[in-house]
Every structure is written in structure tokens, then in C-alpha cells.
């Protein structure tokens, strides 16, 4: 629904994601509020928002390959692990981070096609257990390993960011280094779609039948989508490592995987609008119980007890969010927008 004398004469004026002076404009106060945010927030919200800005890089990988190609992907966080040490080891040799992280994206990419080649060939339930099987060599990888080549069960150091003299060592030099790089995927994953690959991936995952007869060659496809949504995770596990300035095997589990999944699914799979607003809303929600659970610890409530409560009640959110809006968050913000653009006139 777009506001009366918008039109569009042109295929990339209808597919352009800002369409409207006003909408461009909420882009500019969102962007103004990120770059201020650091002037009022302390070292610990902005090492929050630094974590959920790589985060949402990991996840629009996932609205690559599951959103848009349709293809179920429970090995995320394996894929953000092979960035995560692949960042590790060529930091080690002196490398500049803007060649160390499309590096580490590089191999993460490579790493998920050896995975995809089989998984591009089942459906359902059996691509999720193929995918499952990256989760569960990936650590046994690491660990079977010598220990100088990837640290083993110990774990490797990570050389920090450096410009020319300036070491990125405190809070709000991570937060504005990942805010740029989110930035960046993000403008990728809304452009994505409106390319010749984009809608390829959409066509098979609305119905790959119907798109090999069209010409669309599915196999290549599914595993380009794999490719494509990997390197997202590389350079979310590149990022991870230069923040926590060291790696281990026990940061990339298939608990990750099932959270990021997890925002995937309740901000809308089919929307890189969706990855944001599950990423913040499952962040914030995290943060809000996190808070509670310290306040009564420090009543005395046993630590162990409270942690597993905290996860079943951020379980039982998502679960309410999905009852009540399967289609995601982005479906519902469409919906407000909708009837806000109509008002006062009726939605039928």
C-alpha cells in the first residue's frame, strides 16, 4: 500500500526497497540514532548491540537460505564457527582485517558447499538432518585437529582490529566497526532479492518443479544459496573473533543454531525486515530476563535455577509470538502500516 501519486514506470522503480520521500527520511533518523546512541549508552549496552549487530549477520544468511530459497539450515552456528577460526588463524600471520574477513567468509562458504551437495538433493526432515551433521563435525573437527593448527579443546587467541596505530580495543570502537558492517550486509540482503539470483531462489523455493521447467537450474541454485548464506556467517564468525578476542569450539554450538533460527521465524522468514526486528526482539527479551534473573539473585534466588527459568520463559515467548503471529513480525508491522496508510477510511 503506497500513498496516492506513487507510481512506478519502471521494474526497478517498483522493486526499490524506499519508494517514498517519507520513508527515506525515518532512514535517516534511524541511522542518525545508531551513530548518536554511543553518547548516551554505557560499555555494557553498547557491547549489547555490538553482539546482536553480528548477530544479524549471521541470521541474513539464514533468510538466504531458508527465506528465500526455502532450504532448512540448522548449522549456522557451525558455518559462523569456521569464519570465527578461520579469522583466528590469519589474524596470527599479520593480516589486515579487511583481508582476513572476506577471507573467513570465503572459507565458510566453501565449507557449507561440501554440506549443501548432498543436502540440495532431499527435502524436509532429511535436509535438516543433513544440515545437522555440519553442527555435529564441526567441533569434532576442531578438537580431532593438532593443537597448533586450531587450538583444540584450549581455543586460539584473535590479534585485535588495528588502523595504522589505532588498536579497536574498547566498546564503542567494536560497536560503530560492527554497526558499518551491518549496515553493509543489510543493504546486501534487501537488494538480494530484487537481482537475477534473488528471484531464481525464489522460484524454487515457492516451487522447484515449476522453475526446472521454466529453465531454472534448481540444483545450482539450492547450493549457490547455501554459498551465499555462509558467507553472511563467515563474516559474522570473523566479527565474533575480534570481539571476544579468542575462539572455542564450546561458542558455536546448535544452541545458537536453533536461536537463530529462532529469530529468523518469529521476526518472518521471507523478509530481511523480519531478521531484524526477530534478531531485536529476541535480544531485547533476552536482556529483560537476564535483568530480572540478576535482581533476584541478588535476593538470594540459586543462579543455576534462575538461568533455566529464564530460558523456559524466553521459550514460552516465542512460542505465544508464533501462536499468535506464525507469519512473523514483519507480517504484523505490515499490517499496522497498512491501516495506519487507510486511516480513517475502513480496512475492507
Not at 496516492?4 to 520521500?21: D, I, M, N
Not at 551433521?133 to 567441533?139: C, E, G, K
Not at 524466553?314 to 505490515?334: K, S, T
Amino acid at each position: 500500500m503506497l500513498p496516492t501519486g506513487v507510481q512506478s514506470l519502471k521494474y526497478t522503480q517498483e522493486s526499490a526497497v524506499l519508494r517514498t520521500t517519507r520513508s527515506r527520511a525515518w532512514l535517516v533518523v534511524l541511522a542518525c540514532a545508531l551513530v548518536g546512541y554511543p553518547a548516551v549508552a554505557g560499555p555494557y549496552m553498547l557491547g549489547v548491540f555490538s553482539h546482536m549487530f553480528i548477530t544479524l549477520m549471521a541470521v541474513y544468511g539464514l533468510y538466504v537460505t531458508v527465506g528465500m530459497a526455502g532450504q532448512i539450515n540448522v548449522a549456522q552456528s557451525a558455518f559462523v564457527g569456521v569464519g570465527a577460526f578461520a579469522a583466528a588463524k590469519l589474524s596470527g600471520y599479520g593480516l589486515p582485517f579487511f583481508i582476513v574477513i572476506p577471507l573467513a567468509a570465503l572459507m565458510a562458504g566453501l565449507t557449507s558447499i561440501l554440506f549443501a551437495l548432498p543436502a540440495a538433493r532431499v527435502k524436509g526432515f532429511y535436509l535438516a538432518l543433513t544440515t545437522l551433521a555440519a553442527q555435529v563435525v564441526f567441533p569434532i573437527i576442531i578438537l580431532a585437529l593438532p593443537m597448533e593448527w586450531l587450538g583444540g579443546l584450549v581455543g586460539m587467541p584473535v590479534e585485535p582490529i588495528r588502523f595504522g596505530t589505532l588498536t579497536l580495543g574498547a566498546p564503542i570502537h567494536f560497536y560503530y566497526f560492527t554497526l558499518a558492517l551491518a549496515a553493509l550486509l543489510t543493504v546486501a540482503a534487501f537488494n538480494l532479492g530484487r537481482s537475477r539470483f534473488g528471484r531464481a531462489m525464489l522460484a524454487v523455493r515457492d516451487n522447484d518443479v515449476v522453475a526446472e521447467v521454466m529453465g531454472v537450474p534448481v540444483f545450482r541454485i539450492k547450493v549457490m544459496s547455501f554459498f551465499v548464506g555462509s558467507l553472511f556467517a563467515g563474516v559474522a564468525g570473523a566479527c565474533t573473533a575480534y570481539f571476544l578476542q579468542f575462539v572455542t569450539v564450546s561458542s558455536f554450538t546448535l544452541f545458537a543454531s536453533v536461536w537463530y533460527l529462532g529469530m529468523l521465524i518469529v521476526g518472518g522468514a521471507h523478509s530481511p525486515l523480519g531478521a531484524i526486528l526477530g534478531v531485536v526482539f529476541i535480544t531485547l527479551l533476552q536482556e529483560t530476563l537476564h535483568d530480572v534473573a540478576n535482581t533476584l539473585m541478588q535476593s538470594g534466588a540459586s543462579g543455576g535455577l534462575l538461568f533455566a527459568l529464564t530460558s523456559i520463559v524466553l521459550g514460552g515467548c516465542i512460542l505465544i509470538a508464533l501462536i499468535f503471529e506464525p507469519r512473523g513480525l514483519a507480517h504484523r508491522w505490515a499490517v499496522l502500516r497498512t491501516t495506519f496508510q487507510l486511516w480513517p477510511f475502513p480496512r475492507n
